[in-house]
């Protein structure tokens, strides 16, 4: 055949399938990569491989060479059996109950059954080249999917050596991709993803993916998850399923935190407190301390109305009941995911997987770099190793690199912190005589607190983004340098080092609005500073409206700011490469080019791509959790930003990414602690936001136990949480400058009132409230916190890891395994007696002859 269909997965006899694809550019000018492609390509033809080389003429540059390479059957069949894939040996003869009551409301969100299930659902086991005829093998060719295929020869590419006398360090496709050897090397999408294949022998499941799962309409439609399995593989197919059930939890949190802002909003002309601060009888009489030195002058409590509404929204009675709904919500979160991975692990048969099938395998790149040998106690082999002193030297190298990286974004945050305090008196003297209310619409609602919030958040964010540019390659750098044993080994250390610089990175600020911002500030006549009293920074105070609407607006830019421009990178990038790719291949619609070159990696899914992935959304997970009793919508935003990431990496990987290996895994992996990690600090976070930065707790303790005139109302909360202060005590250095005290204010005024909660006058007891403020602390804290843990506690154990039928089927598969595989020497032995004259099988393959061997032996069990 001298051409084929460009559609085509086959070589040009039409039979043999494309497994892998290489590619290479003709450089005459090195003999080195010529002889390295040499030698590598008769390697892998002599470890039974077959190839065929594509002409340059075929491809859009006239330069382009493609190595295609398939793997015949007794390839697939022995390192199948050293890869212990498991394979089908008997049909699941195990009812499923799919009676789920009300079923019929979840049809418009269905996809057809041969999408949704596209393949028979069978008992499994690990394949035995030895005995072959034990599975339900019909056809060699198509046996083994795609997806299994390309897995084991990239094992081969991995380890095949390109060097004659097979030197250690001379092997791996990896290293011939990093020194220029090839250009490239992935398997192949079955067809184009706009319109089926043409060819008949050609599957079409890449075009099916895009019409039921890859296009934005179907947002509403559940995933084919076992066709992204059988496509893509475990690995990927497990990171969709976690992000379809996040998605779906979401879901309730949102709901419930709508309903929560709802009713701040509803109730917003009903808060006696913001009353009491907007009247002129009680906010306008009364006179608050400077909240800063020498440039902020006093002012009166009635300037903060706007800011104390606004503060409602967010800080009310429901602030209490969703910190508690969410701590119980991310349990039952964590604890249904187990379920669903162990259904899906049963599923997918990824039951006894065992990690060093796939993860614990030594990396390519630990062989050739560890020279020295040394014996393998289990395996009675002589394996590579890495000397203790030389792991000792890199783990300690590598420890204080994250140090330094680590104490390097803390001095970013101090920075912006300092930001905060040296521009917070500027505009507050440029605001003094409120010129920002001449601006419509948003000029009375600008404070100083409010654009120094603002402008630092912004701040905080563009250096966060600059910082993630910087740190994502310095870990993969350390991991690297690290040398990693195994692939798991890999993941799990890169998992950690990104995870802890992501998690200093993002949430730094947002801890330091929680729980350090106005909790130490001192008292007027003995002011606390950022640097000591030489820096003139003293410590900055809560906005008057609260504590907590600074924490929602530091939340509300770093996390909406985050996804936005995550979404952007995600989508925009990708597309414009896709449509130049797709430009030169209207230029060139003869050429393979439109066929093999018009999808990017751009490492989206490639080897460190899931990682990023997974990455982005535990650290969303963090924002919606850690932080979520100050800001109720931000599940909500969560939820929009996740169905729209669902179809957009699925868009990406279906149609702008080359396909990538695929890979095994029965789980999330070392993500699973760190949600778990999250999920508990949450509880604790959310615990201390509402006793140490919302008002709320310390205004129901007034109501039930402080409230005057003998009911149960908010009356005089306002007055009898401020306190008094003298002052004449204020230092001359901390007094307001000559022309900074506004028109009204006069000698008669010789008190100042400043806020009591967060912290107690240690020295000038007059000033303070006694025990109230202790009883209020410790009260909301202890309740918020111990009430939520005995619950969540509570709930993780009530609900098992496993479903009962999914640990049910399990058992039933290991004792059909055992007894077929008994049964099966047995028959195997009759079979081999009857052939030799001894008929001892009453069921022999002359009673059969038009049924293949398995069946034979099938019907002999």
């Not at 006398?165 to 079955?190: Q, S, V, W």
């Not at 990396?363 to 890495?386: A, D, S």
Request: proline share 4%; hydrophobic share 40%; net charge neutral.
């Amino acid at each position: 055949v001298t051409s084929h269909s460009k559609d085509s997965v086959f070589f040009r006899d039409g039979v043999r399938r494309i497994d892998f694809v290489l590619s290479y550019v003709d450089d005459k000018d090195s003999e080195r990569k010529q002889e390295r492609r040499k030698v590598y390509e008769a390697n892998l033809e002599k470890v039974g491989l077959e190839l065929e080389t594509e002409d340059k003429s075929e491809s859009e540059d006239g330069k382009t060479y493609f190595v295609k390479i398939h793997a015949p059957w007794e390839v697939l069949a022995t390192y199948a059996d050293v890869l212990k894939i498991k394979v089908p040996f008997k049909a699941n003869d195990i009812p499923e109950n799919n009676d789920i009551p009300m079923n019929w409301l979840s049809t418009p969100f269905r996809l057809p059954e041969h999408v949704m299930h596209p393949e028979p659902d069978y008992f499994t086991a690990p394949f035995n080249k030895s005995k072959s005829d034990f599975f339900l093998i019909d056809d060699k060719d198509t046996f083994f999917p795609p997806s299994t295929r390309n897995r084991i020869v990239y094992y081969i590419l991995s380890r095949c050596s390109y060097f004659k006398d097979e030197c250690g360090d001379k092997k791996g496709i990896k290293r011939l991709l990093n020194n220029g050897t090839y250009t490239a090397a992935f398997p192949l999408h079955d067809s184009r993803y706009w319109k089926r294949s043409r060819d008949a022998n050609c599957e079409s499941e890449r075009y099916s993916l895009y019409k039921y799962w890859a296009r934005f309409l179907c947002f509403f439609k559940e995933q084919p998850l076992n066709l992204i399995r059988k496509y893509y593989g475990e690995k990927i197919g497990i990171y969709f399923a976690w992000l379809g059930f996040y998605t779906e939890m979401l879901l309730f949190a949102a709901v419930v935190g709508t309903i929560c802002f709802i009713y701040g909003f509803l109730t917003y002309d009903d808060n006696q407190w913001s009353k009491e601060i907007c009247s002129e009888e009680v906010g306008g009489s009364i006179v608050m301390c400077p909240l800063c030195d020498l440039k902020c002058g006093y002012w009166k409590l009635n300037t903060t109305c706007n800011s104390s509404w606004q503060s409602h929204l967010f800080d009310n009675v429901a602030t209490v009941f969703f910190a508690i709904f969410m701590g119980i919500w991310v349990t039952l979160f964590l604890e249904f995911w187990k379920r669903r991975q162990a259904r899906l692990e049963y599923e997918w048969d990824l039951v006894d997987f065992e990690e060093e099938q796939q993860q614990l395998q030594l990396r390519p790149e630990y062989e050739t770099k560890c020279t020295n040998r040394k014996l393998n106690r289990i395996t009675q082999e002589m394996e590579p190793y890495l000397p203790i002193t030389n792991k000792c030297a890199r783990t300690c190298l590598s420890g204080a690199t994250v140090l330094f990286w680590i104490s390097l974004i803390i001095a970013c945050i101090i920075g912006v912190i300092a930001y905060r305090l040296a521009v917070y008196a500027a505009f507050a003297s440029i605001m003094k005589d409120s010129p920002t209310n001449k601006l419509q619409v948003v000029g009375p609602y600008i404070t100083p607190q409010l654009a120094t919030s603002v402008t630092a958040s912004c701040i905080n964010f563009v250096i966060i983004m600059i910082l993630n540019l910087m740190y994502e390659r310095v870990a993969v750098w350390i991991t690297d340098m690290e040398i990693p044993k195994t692939h798991l080994e890999y993941e799990n250390k890169l998992t950690v080092k990104m995870f802890l610089f992501q998690f200093v990175n993002y949430y730094s600020s947002c801890f330091y609005v929680a729980f350090f911002k106005g909790k130490f500030v001192g008292y007027p006549g003995k002011y606390a500073y950022m640097f000591g009293e030489w820096s003139k920074l003293r410590n900055e105070e809560c906005d008057p409206g609260g504590c907590l609407i600074e924490l929602t607006t530091q939340l509300v830019i770093v996390m909406t700011g985050k996804q936005v421009w995550g979404n952007i990178q995600e989508a925009l990038v990708p597309w414009m490469m896709n449509w130049w790719g797709s430009r030169k291949a209207r230029n060139h619609p003869e050429s393979l080019y439109s066929r093999w070159e018009q999808d990017h990696d751009l490492q989206g899914f490639g080897q460190l791509g899931l990682f990023y992935e997974y990455l982005e959304m535990v650290i969303q997970f963090g924002f919606i959790t850690l932080f979520v009793a100050s800001f109720p919508l931000a599940p909500l935003l969560a939820l929009i930003n996740n169905v729209i990431e669902v179809r957009v990496d699925a868009w990406k990987l279906t149609t702008q990414f080359r396909r990538p290996v695929a890979a095994k895994a029965h789980s999330i992996g070392a993500w699973e602690e760190i949600l778990s990690g999250i999920a508990i600090l949450s509880v604790v976070t959310n615990a201390f936001i509402v006793a140490f930065t919302s008002d709320m707790i310390p205004r129901l303790v007034y109501m039930y136990a402080y409230h005057s005139e003998g009911e149960m109302s908010m009356k005089g909360y306002i007055n009898n949480s401020l306190s008094v202060f003298n002052i004449s005590e204020i230092p001359q250095t901390s007094r307001p400058e000559e022309g900074e005290n506004p028109a009204w204010f006069n000698a008669s005024i010789t008190t100042c009132r400043c806020r009591d909660y967060g912290y107690v006058f240690s020295s000038v007891l007059i000033y303070d409230y006694g025990g109230r403020s202790a009883h209020i602390l410790y009260s909301s804290k202890r309740d918020a916190s111990h009430v939520v843990f005995v619950v969540k506690f509570f709930v993780a154990w009530m609900i098992p890891d496993v479903p009962s039928d999914v640990r049910a089927r399990v058992k039933r598969e290991r004792y059909l395994v055992q007894e077929y595989l008994h049964n099966y020497e047995v028959e195997k032995l009759k079979i081999q007696l009857s052939q030799n004259g001894n008929n001892e099988c009453t069921c022999t393959p002359m009673i059969y002859p038009s049924l293949p061997k398995h069946e034979v032996l099938s019907e002999c069990l």
